[in-house]
């Protein structure tokens, strides 16, 4: 069946939504919100969801912040 979707399964390492938690530095809760609002991929076991590491790490690259945006909360710029 991995096949037929195109991906090999053999050589991705998958973590624990604990693990993607504590890589992140963030709550269980938050990995969860994550992957049901579709931002992380996840793979489900029964009751228990696996992220490919893959998956992680190009998250982590992608909300690398260049510290060239504006300042504070709202992150709307100002003109002025």
Do not use: C, I, W
């Not at 992380?40 to 912040?65: I, T, W």
Request: aromatic share 8%; charged share 15%; hydrophobic share 40%.
């Amino acid at each position: 069946m991995a096949k037929e979707l195109g991906q090999d399964f053999s050589a991705v390492n998958f973590l624990t939504v604990q693990e993607v938690a504590s890589l992140m530095r963030v709550s269980n809760m938050t990995v969860y919100r994550m992957v049901h609002a579709g931002e992380l991929p996840a793979v489900r076991f029964g009751r228990s969801y696996r992220v490919p590491q893959n998956a992680v790490e190009s998250y982590l690259k992608s909300a690398v912040v260049d510290g060239t945006g504006t300042h504070g909360a709202s992150g709307s710029a100002h003109t002025g």
